[in-house]
């Protein structure tokens, strides 16, 4: 099910004032006369687990930032088979600017709430504002330098290193506001152990014993299978070959 709500009001949209993708997305590179313009036409969504946001080769009509939850990114092949490219978190901005058609599959790994608006606007403002337009291409290179990580992941760690560090990227994500002080976090799995495995390049009986070896070392806790607990996110590092 999807709900809808219209965002905007006089001044600068109060939505808008405490949202994340606010301060640290996207639109923060907006002015107030901008934001006013941008929430006329925007409307947020709480998406379910498992729905699909946008269909491989589907014309994209719409760009939205990431409120909140994980948005699973996939490719697929001619045969049906996918694979797992990517995770987004917020606030992330989903959509390809100056692309007719997706690429990628994405789809909510998690409940997901996403703030909506239109592809022809927001290609209008990038063009109106340089620094809508550089925290955009900002964003890119960033994705850029994760999928060059998790090459590496992929391509050289051993298992036990690809699961902690998978752990590790949900850990510093799922949580914007995390102390790199603090060593001991929780969050639910976004992913199934079939998805995890999927997107390590493992089979899901090697998954799940990692997991039981972190936990039997003390590193993780699991409760109700999804619920995990990094007691030590310092360990957990080490242990993914940073």
């Known amino acids: 099910m999807t709900v809808r709500q219209d965002v905007h009001s006089a001044g600068i949209p109060v939505l808008c004032q405490s949202c994340e993708a606010r301060h640290r997305g996207v639109c923060g590179a907006l002015d107030p006369d901008q934001l006013v313009g941008l929430?006329?036409?925007s409307s947020k969504h709480t998406i379910e687990p498992g729905a699909e946001l946008i269909g491989d080769a589907e014309t994209v009509d719409?760009?939205?930032n990431v409120l909140s939850g994980v948005v699973k990114l996939t490719k697929s092949l001619s045969d049906g088979r996918q694979q797992i490219v990517g995770l987004q978190f917020a606030p992330d901005f989903l959509g390809r600017?100056?692309?007719?058609?997706?690429?990628i599959n994405a789809e909510a790994a998690t409940a997901v709430s996403l703030c909506s608006f239109p592809r022809a606007s927001i290609e209008r403002m990038m063009r109106e504002s340089p620094e809508l337009e550089h925290?955009?291409?900002?964003?890119?290179?960033?994705?850029?330098?994760?999928?060059?990580?998790?090459?590496?992941?992929?391509?050289?760690?051993?298992?036990?290193?690809?699961?902690?560090?998978?752990?590790?990227?949900?850990?510093?994500?799922?949580?914007?506001?995390?102390?790199?002080?603090?060593n001991v976090t929780s969050f639910e799995l976004p992913?199934?152990?079939?998805?995890?495995?999927?997107?390590?390049?493992?089979?899901?009986?090697?998954?799940?014993?990692?997991?039981?070896?972190?936990r039997t070392d003390g590193?993780?806790?699991?409760?109700?299978?999804?619920?995990?607990?990094?007691?030590?996110?310092?360990?957990?590092?080490?242990r993914s070959g940073a």
Do not use: C
Not at 191 to 214: C, K, M, N, P, Y
């Open 135 to 182: 925290r955009l291409l900002k964003q890119t290179l960033n994705e850029l330098d994760e999928a060059r990580d998790w090459m590496v992941t992929l391509g050289r760690k051993t298992a036990a290193e690809k699961v902690a560090s998978f752990l590790l990227m949900i850990a510093r994500n799922i949580d914007p506001t995390l102390d790199p002080a603090t």
């Open 62 to 64: 719409s760009y939205s």
């Open 39 to 41: 929430a006329r036409i």
């Open 97 to 103: 600017p100056f692309k007719v058609e997706s690429a």
């Open 191 to 214: 992913l199934t152990r079939a998805d995890i495995a999927d997107f390590l390049g493992l089979t899901i009986e090697t998954v799940s014993r990692q997991l039981t070896r972190l």
């Open 219 to 238: 590193l993780i806790r699991i409760e109700n299978n999804r619920h995990v607990t990094v007691t030590s996110l310092t360990r957990l590092a080490s």
